[in-house]
């Protein structure tokens, strides 16, 4: 032994509660496989749990409730608070914006994206689902999040937008870049950083070209709407069109890719709710509510107090910051008799489930909603009537994604009936 080594201070290692070790867990990028285990512990250890930065995790479902409907917590203040020290700011979206802004914003957005927009797509969806089902029918071995997954929302968004067909995978490459990016720097190495500034630019230079076509040459798509949108004869300005369009793809398809894979991937590793659907197809829609809330899409948002605010007992002051554990409290018993239970009969109509805190809720619920359902219905239902089994081929691998999570491939045999 050498001298220095005998004279060297011993080195210290922290006790780490199970609770402090549930916190990193929750959030471990190598963990995604499965995060439930470390929300219990954290569901166990109270209603608010201390988490990094002087910020508190709440994993429960009453509390996560009461927080997301009360518009005393904000979330404008998410990007620096996940992204505080970045170079590139994501654009502005009324995700991260509060009344009156969000108000204008989200209506003049709402006034293009309707629901009567969503009806319309309706038989869309049916075509391409069955589409892309005879092509995976023909192939018999897939990978379900190519052949499926990703296709059915991007082109559904690209073509809504009015995206050319040659640039739907553009789009996806780019917003595949800037969904990584929304999760704490912190989280991101230094390569995913600059891959989110890339895609960044390259959105904007993207889709502020189609933007400017439009207005040049307005077609029957929602960007021209989104351009031609007005409030008390205010348009939407270049940066908020920009934001708004960043906020409508990004949101509006990776988190709908995870539902999809989710989706069929509980309906293998519960091979009895698989018979029931394909014995009553109608059971597609509740399946959906059943899909999001079993295994969240997107699995945290943050707020931060604006006010004095009391909740369970604990008094919060302006500037105090939480990260709702949505995933979480999803599976939290006091809500769901049997959470861990996968059970596509939980939202059937009659029966009185909780809600679900997958969307969200209260002023930043999501405005997508209505699109993600309907293309996860079409396409339970047409597993249902058409696939007779459904084998998982391999233990499928996680993104290390933590606010947007999902599998980077899900290798499956599908056989017709
Ligand atoms: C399964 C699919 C989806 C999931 C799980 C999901 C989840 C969410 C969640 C949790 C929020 C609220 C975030 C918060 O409060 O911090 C949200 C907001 C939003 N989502 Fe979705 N989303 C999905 C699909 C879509 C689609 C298809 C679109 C549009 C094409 C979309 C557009 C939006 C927008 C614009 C907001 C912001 C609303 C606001 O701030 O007022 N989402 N989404």
Redesign the pocket.
């Known amino acids: 032994m050498s001298s220095d080594q005998a004279t060297a201070p011993a080195v210290v290692i922290p006790d780490v509660t199970p609770v402090q070790l549930a916190v990193v867990e929750s959030v471990a990028p190598h963990l995604r496989h499965n995060p439930y285990d470390s929300y219990e512990t954290l569901r166990t250890a109270g209603p608010f749990v201390p988490g990094p930065h002087d910020t508190h995790l709440v994993p429960r479902h009453a509390e996560a409730q009461a927080i997301?409907l009360d518009p005393r917590w904000s979330?404008a203040e998410?990007p620096e608070l996940l992204h505080g020290d970045s170079e590139v700011e994501l654009p502005g979206?009324?995700?991260?914006?509060e009344p009156p802004d969000?108000t204008r914003l989200?209506g003049l957005?709402g006034k293009a994206?309707t629901a009567r927009t969503i009806i319309g797509l309706q038989a869309r969806a049916e075509q391409l689902v069955d589409e892309l089902l005879t092509r995976i029918l023909a192939a018999g071995e897939v990978d379900l999040l190519e052949a499926l997954a990703y296709p059915v929302?991007l082109t559904l968004?690209c073509e809504?937008l009015g995206v050319p067909v040659e640039a739907h995978e553009q789009v996806r490459f780019m917003s595949a870049g800037i969904a990584r990016g929304l999760d704490p720097d912190v989280l991101l190495s230094p390569e995913e950083l600059a891959a989110r500034t890339a895609a960044v630019h390259e959105f904007t230079e993207f889709f502020g070209d189609l933007v400017d076509q439009r207005r040049r040459t307005p077609r029957a798509d929602l960007i021209t709407a989104l351009v031609q949108a007005e409030e008390a004869g205010v348009r939407l300005t270049h940066t908020e069109l920009i934001g708004?369009l960043l906020?409508?793809?990004v949101?509006?398809?990776e988190?709908?890719v995870?539902?999809i894979g989710n989706g069929v991937l509980a309906l293998m590793r519960h091979p009895g709710e698989f018979q029931r659907l394909r014995q009553d197809p109608e059971l597609a829609a509740p399946a959906v509510d059943e899909v999001?809330r079993y295994d969240?899409?997107?699995h945290l948002?943050?707020?931060t107090a604006r006010a004095e605010i009391m909740v369970a007992g604990r008094t919060f002051v302006p500037g105090d910051a939480v990260i709702?554990l949505?995933g979480s409290a999803n599976r939290d018993p006091a809500a769901f008799p049997e959470p861990d239970r996968f059970d596509i009969r939980r939202y059937r109509p009659g029966r009185r489930a909780e809600r679900h805190?997958?969307?969200?809720?209260?002023?930043?619920?999501?405005?997508?909603?209505p699109?993600?359902?309907l293309?996860?219905r079409e396409i339970l239902h047409a597993l249902a009537l058409r696939v007779e089994n459904l084998t998982l081929l391999e233990e499928p691998p996680y993104r290390p994604n933590v606010v947007v999570r999902g599998m980077s491939e899900l290798l499956v045999r599908v056989e017709g009936r």
């Not at 979206?93 to 914006?97: C, E, G, I, P, V």
């Not at 805190?357 to 909603?369: D, E, I, V």
């Open positions: 997301l979330h998410e979206s009324f995700l991260w914006m969000h989200r957005v994206f929302p968004i809504l708004t906020i409508l793809v949101a509006g398809h988190t709908s995870n539902l999001l969240a899409p997107v948002t943050t707020r709702v949505l805190l997958s969307f969200g809720l209260g002023l930043h619920y999501c405005l997508g909603a699109l993600a359902r293309e996860m």
